[in-house]
């Protein structure tokens, strides 16, 4: 579903952010990307989602280069940034059916689709409001509900947690699992260790723009924590 193949990108002359990257995520997975802050998880889930130019390697959706056919990845990919940016002038469900437009989700589905997760996650009620009155945790809501509405083959997050009150968090993290056994895939990054040990089936760490373990949930961290190992990886020299 997603391939990551040499990728590497510099900001500054000669250094690099990102370098060599090499990563598969298959239909099934939830895959957990980790790293401290400036280890470069941002700008590969940009480059992954086509907001990021890059000069070396590929990066692949469903079989098709983000970079040779950026418009095709992306009918295929939802997003959820760290800190969305919606259109606060429209309301939640203006904003709602303006995404759904765009990825062309026939009425029908909208409709069961829109209510099922504005009901899950509790914002029915504030649909007609404007998106301007909204608290950050409903606009995350309405962000997830968002990207979730044309069932995306490949969800990728930044961080998607952070606003969301427990109960929310919880829904979330069942309708990635269920979006996982329907057969699409997830690729997202977490600073809250203890739910990607629990929830990824595959975990990423990075370090200075390099992997420094990639595999199962299990291979990575063995008999330890993922807390323990990502500190004893990270903090290495």
């Known amino acids: 579903m997603l391939t990551i193949s040499n990728f590497s990108k510099s900001y500054q002359r000669n250094k690099k952010a990102v370098d060599c990257l090499n990563m598969e995520v298959v239909a099934g997975d939830i895959f957990g990307f980790i790293g401290h802050n400036g280890a470069?998880?941002?700008?590969?889930?940009?480059?992954?989602?086509?907001?990021?130019?890059?000069?070396?390697?590929?990066?692949?959706?469903?079989?098709?280069?983000?970079?040779?056919?950026?418009?095709?990845?992306?009918?295929?990919?939802?997003y959820i940034p760290d800190n969305p940016d919606l259109y606060e002038h429209l309301t939640g469900i203006q904003y709602?059916?303006?995404i759904s437009d765009i990825y062309e989700v026939n009425s029908g589905d909208r409709e069961t689709l829109t209510k099922e997760y504005?009901?899950?996650?509790?914002?029915?009620?504030?649909?007609?409001?404007?998106?301007?009155?909204?608290?950050h945790g409903m606009k995350q809501k309405l962000a997830i509900i968002a990207a979730l509405i044309h069932r995306p083959k490949l969800l990728v997050l930044d961080e998607p947690f952070v606003g969301?009150?427990?109960?929310?968090?919880?829904?979330?993290?069942?309708?990635?699992?269920?979006?996982?056994?329907?057969?699409?895939?997830?690729?997202?990054?977490t600073h809250v260790l203890e739910v990607a040990?629990?929830?990824?089936?595959?975990?990423?760490?990075?370090?200075?723009?390099?992997?420094?373990?990639?595999?199962?949930?299990?291979?990575?961290?063995?008999?330890?924590?993922?807390?323990?190992?990502f500190l004893e990886l990270t903090d290495k020299d």
Do not use: W
């Open 118 to 135: 504005a009901d899950a996650f509790e914002l029915t009620d504030n649909l007609g409001d404007s998106i301007a009155s909204y608290s």
């Open 40 to 78: 470069g998880k941002t700008t590969t889930i940009r480059a992954i989602v086509g907001v990021l130019e890059f000069e070396e390697g590929d990066i692949f959706v469903d079989g098709i280069s983000i970079q040779k056919d950026p418009v095709a990845c992306k009918k295929r990919i939802a």
């Open 96 to 98: 709602l059916n303006f």
């Open 197 to 229: 040990e629990k929830l990824c089936n595959k975990i990423a760490i990075i370090k200075n723009g390099k992997l420094v373990a990639c595999g199962t949930t299990e291979e990575v961290k063995g008999n330890y924590s993922l807390e323990d190992v």
């Open 164 to 189: 969301l009150d427990p109960k929310a968090s919880h829904t979330l993290k069942t309708i990635m699992a269920d979006l996982c056994k329907e057969g699409s895939a997830i690729f997202f990054s």
